[in-house]
């Protein structure tokens, strides 16, 4: 599998941060052509409709809520538009409860608020689609509600130096999606983690495939993959490598921790790889299913001190 490089995403941030925002109204609206100087504005202008927002390159102290319609929300460049430190609603950069969502290219960072669940994205209703983009330095990633009927796609994207377990509140994790029908993770990789799971999920469906999840430098994580009250779907194709730096390194993948809630017979794991990194020895189980759900577990390539699985 080919790791994912974030290589041009860092060089644009870099240039999107030098660049001066001397653009006066940097958010275009591509169905009307009209132009705003406020990305909240920008995307309540589309209403209940469908419409894109292109942003301008460049590094904004911004926030917006999307509260109905089908809105895509794009970097004119992928890489090149940073939302740097500013929430709304005391919840994340963007408050995404619309119809629908799509987010293309955009770097979130150094997003955080009191109850320690300072996101890039809060997903409180309709479908989101994420690619190209780039989650670090903030508690969470994407931080999703419940949605029975819903989907969540994330590809070819980054979530670096995102978690915690601290300040005696709940933890928040890379990516954490609640309730929602489905979650589909694809060609994004997961690194440098500061507490918490790196991608937590209570969905009953998931695709999780040729994604990198690189603990070697994480600080007090959890597990690489987290599936509160099991699943079903697939997890294959995926490259993990676990730290020495653990709160809990007792299992790379776990099924139902929190309670069983969805059958997990219909999930496969397979084509996978895990080890430690170099001159870490101990025990581990790749996978930990808390249920007596058969989790069809294929042909994984597991690292000494890794065993296949275990019931808890």
Request: with cysteine; hydrophobic share 35%; aromatic share 6%.
């Amino acid at each position: 599998m080919r790791i994912l490089s974030t290589t041009l995403l860092v060089s644009a941030a870099i240039a999107a941060t030098a660049f001066a925002q001397s653009a006066p109204a940097p958010f275009t609206v591509v169905e009307t052509g009209r132009v705003y100087g406020s990305l909240n504005d920008a995307i309540g202008a589309i209403g209940g409709g469908k419409g894109t927002v292109v942003i301008a390159p460049g590094s904004y102290r911004q926030c917006a809520v999307q509260s109905q319609g089908d809105v895509t929300v794009k970097a004119a460049t992928p890489g090149s538009v940073i939302l740097d430190g500013v929430v709304c609603e005391g919840k994340a950069a963007l408050v995404l409860r619309g119809r629908s969502s799509i987010v293309d290219g955009v770097i979130f960072q150094n997003l955080r608020v009191p109850d320690g669940n300072g996101a890039g994205i809060r997903l409180e209703g309709g479908n989101l689609t994420v690619v190209n983009s780039l989650f670090r330095y903030s508690e969470e990633g994407i931080l999703s509600g419940d949605n029975a009927g819903g989907s969540v796609t994330i590809d070819k994207s980054t979530f670096r130096h995102l978690g915690r377990c601290d300040r005696d509140l709940d933890c928040a994790h890379g990516v954490y999606i609640g309730r929602y029908g489905s979650l589909t993770v694809t060609r994004s990789r997961f690194d440098q983690g500061d507490g918490g799971h790196y991608l937590k999920t209570r969905s009953r469906r998931v695709t999780i495939t040729d994604n990198s999840f690189d603990d070697s430098a994480g600080r007090l994580t959890n597990y690489m993959i987290d599936l509160s009250n099991g699943a079903s779907g697939t997890i294959r194709g995926n490259e993990m490598v676990q730290g020495k730096d653990k709160d809990n390194w007792s299992a790379f993948i776990t099924v139902a921790p929190e309670g069983r809630e969805n059958d997990s017979a219909g999930l496969a794991i397979e084509g996978n790889s895990a080890r430690f990194v170099p001159g870490l020895t101990r025990n581990s189980s790749f996978v930990a299913n808390f249920t007596d759900d058969a989790v069809r577990i294929g042909q994984n390539q597991l690292a000494p001190g890794i065993k296949v699985s275990d019931r808890r």
